[in-house]
């Protein structure tokens, strides 16, 4: 019997314990004094109130994903009439703000604000600096649409980044970024918003470099400069660090190399370096602040699509495949549809030559008839090709360089003329070689991939990158450039390779081809050694160019990612 009485006066005392929170609650909202918001914290129940053990959502620089925690909630309330230019809404110690002017509502409401813990998938590419938080006008007809609300975040900086507020959108499960001006002095950022319900937080955008050394160069005369971080048309303040002068500029150029400069951030132009030190001073220690960061040529602003930040690279490409040198997937897209690979057929054409062990320093002359080849398939015009003319003499090691770094279709024609092979024979060992790797979507019907008949998957050709970047195909086709003169005439060639994230040489990259037809699009293959690891990476049928060096980039940030 005792058993029994103590379960009921336990059951009791609940009981009266949620009444009374409910009353307190409703006490609460309903104590607005007029035309003002409310600065006390309410706990909405009695569950709220026990989840606070801790604050801060963890996400290590690896994950995307937050660790769940109990929220935090507050709640404002305001009738609509009041006569001040704006409230601000301040809550859990001034970590969030909501700064409402008072055009933007026009009836009474409640304002839920809460420091979200819940589990949350964070932007693949982007770093979580802030607590996420969300506020939720509980009258929605109470706030005017097409107002805009101020929103004022505090953060925690990052070494080498540059901070946005983003909105999470429910629909299409993407980030999205919002006008935002950093106050970095104060580890606070604005943004304003034109909704009355948002998730939101400040994601950091690292690695990119906002202090360091300057230099200067003499060119344009202008108040502009030079980043490898902003795109042309970005507005950068560029302070001093000793005399705490600062000069706004325009990016209007690309630079620094960083891996010949990895100490300096920017590069000014004269007249704007002459606004922070004399020129004697040569380089001098400066911080980066972008006041405008300018889409790149895909559209992108920090390597963030205009759609939305994503949790997973989201490629343009029509295929996609990435695989570690223990062959473990990283990404793929469509990996096996079998798709016309252009000039990315090169590399087995080299590979076919190098196995019969010529000498490269041989001597050879060049053939007219070994671009006719070329006409075949395309217009005389459409040909990327090395300039030779009928008699020029050359080095085999010309050909080679020239077909690998510069895509050169009528060097891998020679190619096939002086291996000692007839071009169907050589052509024949194309395919059988590849069959030999284990590929099972792969033929070629020439040698230099002006056919939109040689054809491929993105997991056939990481499968082909592997074996022909064994040798030193690799090492040529990651040059970024190439220079020989012909040894009959003396006249100089200069071969930039094409693929563009070689040249700018951010990344460690072993190994490079790049190819195109109107027909089989942009393809692209790229080796990247991260932390003495190899990565192979394909990407077939891009639309254009800058989407084919973005997707690529993208992946390569990725990896790099998850590995670092």
Request: aromatic share 10%; charged share 25%.
């Amino acid at each position: 019997m005792n058993i029994f009485l103590l379960k009921f006066v336990k059951s009791i005392t609940v009981f009266f314990v949620l009444i009374s929170f409910l009353f307190a609650g409703q006490a609460l909202a309903a104590g607005t004094g007029r035309g003002q918001f409310k600065s006390q914290t309410m706990a909405v129940t009695a569950r709220v109130q026990a989840q606070t053990q801790q604050t801060t959502p963890v996400i290590s620089s690896k994950q995307t994903t937050t660790q769940a925690i109990p929220n935090q909630v507050a709640v404002r309330s305001l009738d609509g009439t009041s006569s001040k230019a704006f409230e601000t809404l301040s809550v859990f110690d001034d970590e969030f703000k909501v700064i409402v002017p008072a055009q933007s509502v026009s009836a009474p409401t409640d304002i839920e604000m809460i420091k979200v813990g819940e589990s949350m998938q964070i932007p693949w590419n982007l770093e979580l600096a802030s607590n996420i938080f969300q506020f939720d006008f509980r009258n929605k007809t109470a706030y005017l649409p097409g107002q805009d609300l101020q929103l004022d975040i505090k953060y925690s900086p990052k070494e080498n980044a540059v901070y946005q507020v983003y909105f999470h959108d429910r629909n299409s499960q993407t980030w999205k970024p919002l006008p935002t001006v950093d106050y970095p002095a104060e580890n606070r950022i604005k943004a304003s918003i034109k909704l009355s319900f948002a998730r939101v937080a400040v994601l950091a955008n690292t690695g990119i470099m906002t202090k360091g050394k300057a230099s200067w160069y003499a060119y344009k005369g202008c108040d502009c400069g030079a980043s490898p971080d902003f795109p042309k048309g970005s507005i950068l303040r560029v302070t001093a660090v000793e005399s705490g002068k600062f000069v706004d500029i325009t990016v209007n150029d690309w630079g620094p190399e960083r891996t010949k400069h990895p100490e300096r951030v920017i590069d000014l132009d004269k007249v704007a370096f002459t606004k922070l030190a004399p020129t004697g001073a040569g380089v001098i220690n400066v911080k980066v602040e972008p006041l405008r960061i300018a889409p790149d040529n895909s559209g992108r602003v920090l390597g963030v699509k205009v759609s939305g930040a994503t949790t997973q690279p989201v490629v343009a490409a029509r295929s996609a495949y990435v695989i570690d040198q223990d062959n473990n997937v990283l990404f793929e897209k469509n990996s096996e549809e079998r798709l016309s690979i252009a000039s990315l057929s090169k590399t087995i054409a080299v590979r076919v030559f190098l196995d019969t062990n010529p000498n490269l320093f041989k001597t050879v002359e060049y053939k007219k008839q070994d671009e006719n080849y070329n006409y075949l398939y395309v217009k005389p015009w459409e040909a990327a090709k090395v300039s030779l003319q009928e008699g020029d003499t050359l080095l085999i090691k010309d050909l080679l360089y020239s077909a690998l770094v510069g895509s050169a279709n009528n060097a891998v024609e020679s190619l096939v003329r002086v291996s000692g092979m007839s071009r169907d024979k050589f052509i024949t060992r194309m395919n059988e070689i590849v069959k030999e790797w284990g590929t099972v979507n792969t033929k070629f019907v020439e040698p230099t991939g002006l056919s939109e008949q040689n054809v491929s998957s993105a997991k056939d050709y990481a499968i082909i990158t592997k074996e022909v970047m064994k040798g030193v195909e690799a090492e040529i086709s990651a040059l970024p450039k190439y220079e020989f003169t012909t040894l009959n005439t003396k006249k100089k060639h200069t071969i930039k390779n094409t693929n563009w994230l070689v040249r700018n040489q951010e990344y460690e990259i072993i190994g490079s081809k790049t190819g195109y037809l109107v027909e089989s699009k942009h393809c692209l293959m790229n080796v990247v050694k991260i932390n003495d690891k190899k990565y192979f990476m394909v990407t077939l049928g891009a639309v254009n160019k800058n989407d084919s060096f973005a997707d690529m980039n993208d992946l390569i940030k990725f990896v790099y990612k998850k590995q670092v």
